[in-house]
């Protein structure tokens, strides 16, 4: 198993450019999260779904969108792109609802920058 | 909703030392307590985990405590070996949350 596959790694984006980060995961896990890493913060939820075709707004949703159309793949979309989204990004799953099964598995994290 | 505050947020130790970081949560309802490593550069690991039935939970060198009067949590290494350096992480969820909050994180460097 490949676990959950974040792409791109790293991405230098422009103010007001648009771009979707991809998540995939192999695990037949029913959950996926978004979470953003500031530098010297913890992470912050920024959506997250239960199941395909549900997804709902964690602690930072503004200026993202997401969806999920199959269990496997929970893509996230920057519109309008500013310098506070500078972060970086780590996509997680798990197989059942937390505190349930009480682990996320997370991907590698995309390292986006907004100049 | 729940609001997780974890303490140091930089913790440094001799080698062979323990160390503690200690979260505090605000949600009496919370039940499920987790840690998480995150080495530099690499995803964040989970290394332990507690639920509110009980106080204390042990592995190897590292163990979690819970004081729920006092909705505190904390995690202990013993014996700190420099392969222990890294950023910890802190998080709390209760049941039907669905989601967990994370603390600010505690970086962790062991000196030789």
């Known amino acids: 198993n490949a676990g959950v596959t974040q792409t791109p790694k790293f991405r230098i984006l422009k103010i007001g450019q648009s771009m979707t980060l991809q998540c995939t995961q192999d695990m037949n896990h029913n959950y996926m999260y978004w979470y953003r890493q500031d530098p010297g913060m913890g992470l912050k939820l920024i959506y997250y779904?239960?199941?395909?075709?549900?997804?709902d707004k964690g602690e930072v949703p503004n200026g993202y969108n997401v969806s999920r159309s199959t269990t496997e793949d929970f893509p996230l979309r920057l519109e309008l792109a500013a310098p506070s989204q500078t972060s970086v990004y780590f996509c997680?799953?798990?197989?059942?609802?937390?505190?349930?099964?009480?682990?996320?598995?997370f991907g590698e994290g995309s390292r986006l920058t907004v100049l | 909703g729940e609001n997780v505050e974890q303490h140091p947020s930089t913790l440094s130790v001799q080698e062979g030392d323990s160390a503690v970081i200690k979260c505090t949560y605000s949600?009496?309802?919370?039940?499920?307590f987790p840690w998480y490593k995150q080495e530099l550069g690499k995803r964040p690991q989970l290394i332990i985990d507690?639920?509110?039935?009980?106080g204390e939970k042990k592995d190897q060198r590292i163990a979690v405590t819970l004081n729920k009067t006092a909705k505190h949590f904390s995690l202990h290494i013993t014996e700190t070996q420099p392969e222990d350096s890294a950023v910890y992480f802190c998080?709390?969820?209760?049941?039907?949350?669905?989601?967990?909050?994370f603390g600010q994180g505690t970086r962790l460097t062991i000196n030789p």
């Open positions: 779904s239960v199941g395909a075709g549900i997804t």
């Open positions: 507690i639920r509110s039935n009980v």
């Open positions: 949600d009496s309802a919370s039940n499920y």
């Open positions: 997680a799953s798990s197989y059942s609802g937390i505190p349930n099964t009480g682990e996320l598995f």
């Open positions: 998080a709390a969820s209760k049941r039907g949350a669905q989601k967990l909050v």
